[in-house]
Each structure stands twice: as C-alpha cells, then as structure tokens.
C-alpha cells in the first residue's frame, strides 16, 4: 500500500488471508454464498449477494482510491486533512462491512483499513471503539446500524475521532 492511502482489491485479499490464516478454510478469498447477521432488534440483515460481492467490493476500492487521491491533490490545511482523512475512513469502513466480500473477520478487516487510512495524518493505531465506559463495541455495532440503515458514515466518523483523541492521549 502506498502511502496515499490508496488500495487495491488484491491487497486486501492478502491481507486477509493473512489476518485470518488458520482461522478460515477460505481466506483471502472473496465469499460465494448468501450470508446475513441478526440486528440488535432480531431481524436479519443481509449482506451484498454473492453474485455482485466482487464487482461492489472494486467500487468501494476505487471510489475511497477517490477519495484519497482528492485529499491527496487538494491544497488542504493540517485540520481538513485530518477530518477529510476520517470521513474516509468511515466511509471505507461502513462500505467494506455493508459489502461483506468475504465468508468471515468482515469487521476486523474494516478495522484495518479505516487504521490504516487514518495512518496518512496520524502516526498512532486508531480503533472505533474501546474496552472502556465511554466507548464501547456495542456502541460500535449500534453506530454500524445506523450508518447502513442511513447510508451516512457520520456515527462510525465520530466513533473514529473519539479512537484519535485515545491514541493521542495515550501517547
């Protein structure tokens, strides 16, 4: 990955099949079947059906690679870099788990790459939640929820500067 922040599908899925290497029989490989979650209110959700995983997982990949090429070209201030870098993020993590490409650890690779594009203007891990009272992975999930019922990656950008806030105040 370049420093721009931007990524490709390929990348990802060896990341992937790295991060969940003997955890699943088919990491790093994008999911052939129907897969749901249950919400906090019983219903289930599905995910992006398997037969349009792929092609939507390389319009997210090259819609955030859009995103980082406009804050990587723009003129901008220290300050709407930093808060044009989390909005990607967020979105970037709210699409890759709304698309689901892979069979299992969806979450966890979001994680990842929303940390990772956040990298670009902070040299500090950042995570959207904590094991603490103020933050927690349910508050998480709700915000996830709402994000994906909304279309508006607002709660998880908010979830992400509390994360920056932490990694700065623990350094």
């Not at 922040?5 to 029989?25: E, F, K, N, S």
């Not at 919400?39 to 955030?64: A, M, N, Q, S």
């Not at 980082?68 to 930093?82: D, P």
């Not at 203007?121 to 349910?138: K, L």
Request: with cysteine; charged share 20%.
């Amino acid at each position: 990955m370049e420093e721009t922040g931007m990524i490709t599908v390929q990348q990802i899925c060896v990341i992937h099949r790295v991060l969940m290497d003997g955890l699943h029989d088919n990491a790093g490989e994008i999911r052939t079947t129907v897969t749901y979650t249950i919400r906090p209110d019983g219903e289930k959700y599905y995910y992006t059906p398997p037969e349009r995983v792929e092609d939507r997982l390389y319009t997210v990949v090259d819609r955030h690679n859009e995103h980082m090429e406009e804050i990587h070209n723009l003129n901008l201030s220290r300050k709407e870099k930093v808060v044009m870098t989390v909005k990607a993020a967020a979105w970037l993590l709210l699409n890759f788990v709304d698309t689901h490409p892979f069979s299992d650890g969806n979450g966890r690779m979001s994680r990842l790459l929303a940390g990772y594009t956040i990298m670009i203007v902070n040299p500090f891990p950042v995570q959207p939640y904590h094991n603490n009272e103020e933050t927690c992975r349910s508050d998480y999930i709700s915000a996830i929820v709402h994000c994906s019922e909304n279309q508006c990656p607002s709660r998880i950008a908010a979830l992400l500067v509390d994360g920056l806030y932490t990694s700065w105040s623990l350094a």
